[in-house]
């Protein structure tokens, strides 16, 4: 469905990303883990065209992406969150969904109050109904996240990029996380393609992994293999292990 | 439905002005400061919008107002097109420029944006001082007034002062109502998610750059046709009006208002036209004192005074009705500004 | 006009201008230093300069103090002045968000005008040079240069290059640096913040008393000496990238070359506006000025 090849992006003398290639199945849910610095938020970016990348190309569905501008790449079916959680913060939870909602919408006559009601829907779905109208800076980290999810929704994507959504969730959470991803999964039909540093809730969660470090590619494979691979535990642990 | 339509803030400003030019019909200085107070009204949602609504640090107002001024001007002077064409041609001319601003500054943000276009400002007014002579230099120009129009036994006097008083107050209010109207539905959720993270609205679809062009376009357009409602109104046009002095007056307008609010626009004028008026007694120590009632000003009130107003006529509509039975207590009159 | 005459017309040119640069590096680093430690575009920098002007013109005429203590004298007290305008005019601000800038830019706005027509008030007829004995002329064969303006020239040099120096080696210096790149992180190692903003902006305002005074000395100071100070000042930091201390430094002398070069090659008048075409075409290629600046 999406696929990169040779990736590469600098900044200034330092290599964010070296040649990364990649690709997401159809259906999957993809992992992308690697110390930080590796350059998976990176990917992520350059994959939405919020940066350009220097080298290589990107492909969604058979069509070429890499020069597309970022909202373009919307229409084309992909949504993101970020990793610092960028919710509009002067606007409630409803309205930062609706913003997503006016772009499904975009050229349909709809009514209005058929788009409230679908806003209102997607709060729904990740349990935020009772505080949409709550201005998002006012919300928790946690909640932020999750109306950075029901935002991305709003778009009605085909492929949704979650950037570190766990981060910062105790282990409860991080269960009702999981819990609440694979319940969106089926009946909107999403690839997920997933940035996490908690391996284990990974290694529930994704058929497959691919790990980075220093803007490298070094490996991927199912959760099992990555989690064995001897450099992917030198990455994350040093050296002398 | 009678009650509905006392509700509309555009029906009680009409109201409001209707009867002050009952009132004051005969005063004409009051009635020349109320004209200026609609036009500068009108030039001030161009600092609303771009400043308060998208957070695009526009610093070139005057020099939109003086686009249109001048246009209107110049096409009068040496096509002897009619006013009312005019109007919207220069509207358009100044829309125009407004678009090649646009795209220049795509990239640039924040105080670099003020920085560029508070040049675009000043270099504007320095090329009407020096192309002289099509633009008459710092001897200005005469702009003629709406002229007048024969229907056999009655002659409309379009020049006249009433007329332009209702005339600008209905440009103002039209205008307003346009933007409000405008940023009601999509582009003013749109231009709101672009002002505070604009990252976040790529990422959920937004068109950036038309959406900054956009808001620009608007800026530029409003600008130009108040401009032409200025030199048509004054009569004579000069490059000293369009000095950066005027970008400060427009957008203090905004500021003083509430630069979030639109009906700030027509609040923020009238401090801007009223208030050195009323500190003419002060005679020469006008603008310092100008310059100190803006700071407490922008201290105390910072979210400028249509809030304060808002809650004052609320307070008197409520005390009013309720005095007369016309409300129950439970129910309170409300209007939002 | 021979080729050789052309030459030395446009070295002294470009000396002039550099000259002229150093005259005003001193107000355009107070505003990037401004901004970049209180975030706030601050428009009574002019007037801050116009301000120490006329201090020292008042203490030499009016108390009969020589120069030298005059100008210290004005310094600090257009010091003080910053330091009174930051307490009262821009603290009540500090923490509201976006909403700041623009406010702060306003508060800057009204200070100007309230000086400005305050010196106005109190001199109608103010229009005049800064006296000064130092009227000798040195001469370097092709290029002759008051002697005025030379130590005008290094004055500037040294005061930015001690300021530099203070910024990197002194524990205060490196604070200010540290708010100026992280408030949150500098409260956290026990910076007092807000004292460190008024400093910077007292700090600011005395940098560009001094650079008015120096103005007087060769120009002359007039009332309304403060926006056109205040656009030149713009227009350097924003070349130079705001907040950025070395670029505002490199920016004044570009820009007092540019002045200098449009006063030979096109007219006197139209040196602002050549100013501002060079910065916008910069800007719309370069976003954030020439060098790095911050946003």
């Known amino acids: ?241 | 439905m009678m009650y509905r339509l006392f509700r509309n803030k555009y029906f009680l400003l009409f109201l409001l002005f209707l009867a002050t030019f009952v009132v004051l019909r005969d005063n004409s200085y009051l009635i020349y400061l109320l004209v200026m107070i609609f036009i500068y009204a009108t030039t001030a949602l161009t600092a609303i919008l771009p400043i308060g609504h998208v957070g695009q640090l526009v610093l070139c107002q005057g020099a939109f107002w003086g686009l249109g001024a001048y246009s209107y001007a110049l096409l009068i002077k040496y096509y002897g097109l009619s006013p009312w064409a005019c109007l919207p041609i220069s509207t358009l001319c100044s829309g125009l420029v407004g678009l090649g601003i646009a795209f220049s500054v795509m990239r640039t943000k924040g105080i670099y944006l003020g920085i560029v276009t508070l040049s675009f400002g000043v270099i504007f007014q320095l090329v009407l001082i020096n192309l002289n002579p099509l633009t008459g230099g710092t001897s200005g120009v005469n702009t003629p007034h709406f002229p007048r129009l024969n229907l056999g036994a009655y002659t409309i006097n379009f020049g006249s002062e009433p007329f332009y008083y209702f005339f600008c107050l209905v440009s103002f209010l039209g205008t307003m109502a346009f933007l409000e109207w405008l940023l009601k539905g999509k582009v003013g959720i749109y231009l709101r998610c672009i002002k505070q993270d604009e990252t976040a609205a790529k990422s959920i679809g937004i068109n950036f750059r038309f959406y900054h062009v956009l808001s620009f376009l608007l800026t530029a357009c409003m600008g130009g046709f108040a401009g032409s409602l200025f030199a048509s109104f004054q009569g004579f046009i000069s490059p000293t009006l369009f000095a950066f002095d005027s970008t400060l007056s427009i957008i203090l307008s905004g500021v003083v208002g509430g630069i979030t609010r639109l009906p700030g626009s027509i609040v923020g004028a009238s401090f801007v036209v009223i208030f050195p008026e009323i500190l003419r007694f002060l005679a020469d120590y006008r603008i310092t004192f100008y310059g100190l009632s803006l700071v407490f000003l922008l201290i105390f009130l910072p979210e400028g005074l249509t809030p304060l107003l808002e809650k004052g006529f609320r307070f008197l509509v409520n005390v009013i009705l309720s005095r007369r039975g016309y409300l129950k207590q439970s129910e309170k009159f409300k209007v939002d500004l | 006009m021979g080729t050789e005459a052309f030459w030395h017309l446009l070295l002294k040119n470009l000396l002039n201008g550099i000259v002229f640069g150093g005259l005003l590096s001193l107000t355009a680093v107070g505003l990037t230093l401004i901004f970049g430690v209180l975030d706030i575009p601050n428009f009574a920098q002019g007037e801050f300069a116009m301000i120490g002007g006329f201090l020292s013109i008042f203490f030499m005429k009016s108390l009969g103090f020589p120069l030298i203590p005059a100008s210290v004298c004005a310094v600090i007290l257009v010091f003080f002045i910053g330091v009174l305008c930051e307490r009262l005019c821009i603290s009540p601000f500090y923490g509201r968000g976006w909403q700041f800038f623009v406010l702060s830019f306003f508060v800057s706005l009204g200070l100007a005008f309230f000086f400005e027509d305050l010196v106005k008030n109190l001199r109608p007829t103010l229009c005049e040079v800064i006296p000064c004995t130092l009227t000798g002329v040195i001469d370097l064969g092709f290029y002759q240069i008051g002697t005025l303006r030379l130590i005008a020239f290094f004055i500037p040099i040294t005061i930015l290059f001690s300021l530099y120096v203070f910024s990197k080696r002194t524990l205060l210096g490196m604070a200010i640096n540290a708010v100026a790149q992280d408030t949150v992180g500098a409260t956290l190692v026990g910076i007092n913040r807000s004292r460190i903003y008024t400093l910077t902006f007292g700090l600011g305002a005395a940098l560009s008393g001094l650079s008015g005074i120096l103005y007087g000395l060769i120009f002359g100071i007039y009332p309304t000496m403060g926006m056109d100070l205040n656009f030149y000042g713009f227009a350097i930091v924003a070349f130079g990238g705001m907040g950025n201390f070395l670029g505002a430094i490199l920016a004044s002398f570009l820009i007092g070359m540019i002045d200098s070069l449009t006063a030979m090659f096109i007219e006197s008048n139209y040196k602002l506006m050549v100013i501002f075409v060079t910065l916008i075409l910069i800007l719309i290629f370069k976003p954030s000025g020439l060098l790095k600046g911050k946003s």
């Open chain 1, 1 to 241: 469905m999406l696929r990169g090849e040779r990736i590469s992006k600098h900044f200034g003398g330092i290599s964010a990303l070296t040649n990364v290639d990649f690709h997401v199945e159809e259906g999957e849910i993809l992992g992308l883990i690697g110390p930080n610095g590796s350059g998976k938020s990176t990917l992520f970016n350059v994959i939405t065209n919020l940066l350009r990348p220097d080298g290589g190309n990107l492909f969604f569905k058979g069509k070429e992406i890499t020069h597309m501008k970022t909202h373009e790449i919307c229409k084309l079916g992909i949504a993101r969150t970020f990793q610092e959680v960028r919710t509009f913060k002067e606007m409630t939870a409803l309205e930062n969904v609706l913003a997503g909602v006016y772009f499904r919408y975009r050229g349909l006559a709809v009514g209005k109050a058929n788009q409230i009601k679908e806003a209102q829907d997607l709060l729904d779905s990740v349990n935020l109904s009772a505080k949409q109208n709550a201005l998002a800076k006012d919300l928790s980290l946690v909640d932020q996240r999750k109306l950075e999810i029901a935002r991305a929704l709003s778009l009605r994507p085909s492929l949704l990029l979650l950037d570190e959504v766990l981060a910062g969730l105790i282990p409860g959470e991080v269960e009702q996380a999981l819990e609440m991803i694979r319940r969106i999964k089926e009946p909107l039909a999403l690839t997920i393609f997933i940035i996490e540093h908690n391996i284990k809730a990974l290694t529930k969660l994704c058929t497959r992994i691919i790990v980075l470090n220093y803007g490298e590619k070094i490996t991927e494979g199912s959760p099992s293999e990555v989690v064995k691979n001897p450099s992917v535990i030198q990455a994350y642990l040093g050296e002398k292990v």
